[in-house]
């Protein structure tokens, strides 16, 4: 056997293989267009990571990459942009060249009829364009959609090959919004040249969550309301808004992750086997688990704005109504934790807990499972729950919370852990970015790591009523300060609905004892 970590190619290789065995793959030209390709988007996530997947040789030999928005722009001024998110080291010089002599670039406007023929008469111009694949990355604000997709059905189809759209969050504002845009797009286009991007399902431990429970006897039995006593999903960030406040201040932490990132992992958790490993049976069980979930309740929710600690540095002294593009007064929450329940069999009465939020202690976004208490205790009050805890950021790992005998003649319990930190048992193995992942899942035509329509409506109508409640009423969210935990409040909901919270476990790095 070999133990030998794979290298970033292998890793990529494997990949490919995996989900696409047809030869058809490398033999047929590709063209990936970035609509918005002035944007922020395009220069920090979407040009590198086609970079990275062409520098490592796992493109379609005959890709050609084409950028378009209003700006005058030329390839060379993108580079430039592109340059310090790309990564780049000297013996990449050549092979960068060559990536960016694949580019192009073309300037018109998004209502425009005429631009969009400009455009496909540029890519029909290209080697192998007139029977080409195309693949178009919608980077733009939601408020051009319409005019955009419109424009690409009626005037950039592939004649020959296929297309296929992939589209951004904000999937919508709301239920009706979402919806609207939906029928837009399913008006349009079929459901399988839609791709909705959550970068989240990208993540490295984020797929794994399907392979922990499907490929491990041992979690069958536990893995439900006999066994858990509540989920706990996390999302935390360590720095505020930094001059993004009046785009985030339109949105909020509950339409910015918790709506869309924390609930894909819910399902991912809560979801039944599903008959295979194909796209749509997997979806098919993610929309089960969400039309089990009843709507949020404002009661079982705490909003949270950060504030400026007086004793912190530099950014930590601002507070969210600090940032000169936040509205003056805002009551936009920086920070929610809300308790979901799904109503089935498995998890009837198990408090799904989902925390969010910015300016907090910590990065970190993880999934922890508390188990109850063991029934019988027969050490008196020492022992504290079990944890099966998965951390998807940073760096990754599983790890299960268990009690053990403490050394020496007495016995006495203490907390320790079965570990799989992924940096120390696969320690030269480069995991693929989740932009990377899910590209090349779209070149290769898998939907699995994607939103399908109905899995937004049902994550829409779960949040919807409370979204329009905080809209009308604007409850005043509690202040917390800049690097702390958040709010006390969502503490004291979470132990309400059955979560506890010890602070006497200390993870210790079993690799550099």
């Given amino acids: 056997m070999n133990n030998l970590p794979y290298s970033r190619s292998e890793v990529f290789g494997e990949l490919r293989k995996e989900l696409h065995e047809d030869e058809e793959f490398d033999q047929s030209a590709h063209i990936f267009i970035i609509m918005g390709a002035s944007g922020d988007l395009a220069k920090k996530k979407i040009y590198p990571t086609l970079w990275w997947l062409f520098r490592d040789g796992l493109l379609p030999e005959q890709t050609y990459f084409v950028g378009f928005a209003r700006s005058d722009l030329t390839v060379d001024a993108i580079r430039t942009a592109c340059t310090p998110y790309l990564k780049v080291t000297d013996k990449d010089a050549e092979r960068l060249t060559a990536f960016f002599k694949r580019n192009t670039y073309i300037s018109g406007k998004y209502t425009d009829e005429s631009s ?31 005019d955009v997709t419109k424009n690409i059905k009626q005037c950039c189809m592939s004649t020959k090959g296929w297309t296929r759209v992939i589209v951004e969050k904000p999937f919508g504002h709301d239920l009706k919004s979402s919806e609207e845009l939906s029928t837009h797009l399913s008006s ?132 969210y109504l600090d940032d000169p593009t936040v509205p ?55 022992c504290r729950r079990n944890e099966l805890v998965v951390r998807v950021q940073p760096n990754e790992a599983v790890y299960a919370k268990m009690m053990s005998k403490k050394p020496g003649v007495y016995f006495s319990p203490e907390e320790t852990e079965l570990d799989l930190t992924y940096k120390s048992r696969y320690k030269d193995v480069k995991l693929p970015d989740a932009y990377e992942r899910l590209i090349l899942d779209v070149f290769c035509g898998s939907q699995m ?7 937004l409506r049902e994550a829409w109508r779960i949040f919807t009523p409370l979204l329009h ?45």
């Fill in 116 to 146: 969009f023929s400009k455009l496909d008469t540029h890519i029909t111009s290209l080697p192998g364009g007139p029977v080409a694949n195309r693949l178009y990355y919608l980077a733009l604000p939601p408020t051009v959609y319409h």
């Fill in 188 to 319: 349009l286009f079929t459901e399988d040249q839609i791709y909705r991007i959550d970068h989240y399902l990208g993540k490295e431990m984020v797929q794994n969550l399907m392979v922990l429970r499907f490929g491990n006897r041992i979690f069958g039995p536990i893995w439900n309301r006999d066994s858990l006593a509540c989920v706990v999903l996390t999302f935390k960030e360590p720095f505020g808004t930094q001059g993004r406040g009046g785009y985030f201040d339109d949105f909020g932490i509950i339409r910015d992750v918790m709506q869309n990132h924390l609930l894909q992992m819910l399902c991912l958790v809560a979801m039944e086997k599903p008959a295979s490993t194909s796209s749509d049976d997997v979806r098919d069980e993610k929309v089960k688990v969400l039309k089990c979930i009843t709507p949020v309740s404002i009661s079982d929710v705490v909003l949270g704005q950060y504030v400026g600690d007086p004793k912190g540095e530099g950014e930590a002294k601002l507070g």
């Fill in 328 to 382: 003056k007064g805002s009551t936009q929450a920086t920070f929610t934790t809300a308790v979901l329940y799904v109503h089935n069999e498995r998890w009837d009465g198990v408090p799904f807990i989902l925390r969010c939020g910015k300016a907090l202690n910590e990065r970190k976004a993880e999934v922890r499972l508390q188990f109850t208490d063991v029934p019988g205790d027969i050490f008196g009050n020492q």
């Fill in 449 to 455: 790591h994607f939103v399908r329509s109905d899995e």
């Fill in 469 to 513: 409640h905080i809209d009308k009423e604007k409850p005043k969210p509690i202040p917390y300060i800049h690097g702390s935990r958040g709010p006390a409040e969502a503490d004291e909901l979470a132990k309400k609905v059955g979560f506890r919270y010890e602070g006497t476990y200390k993870w210790v790095n079993p690799h550099r004892l």
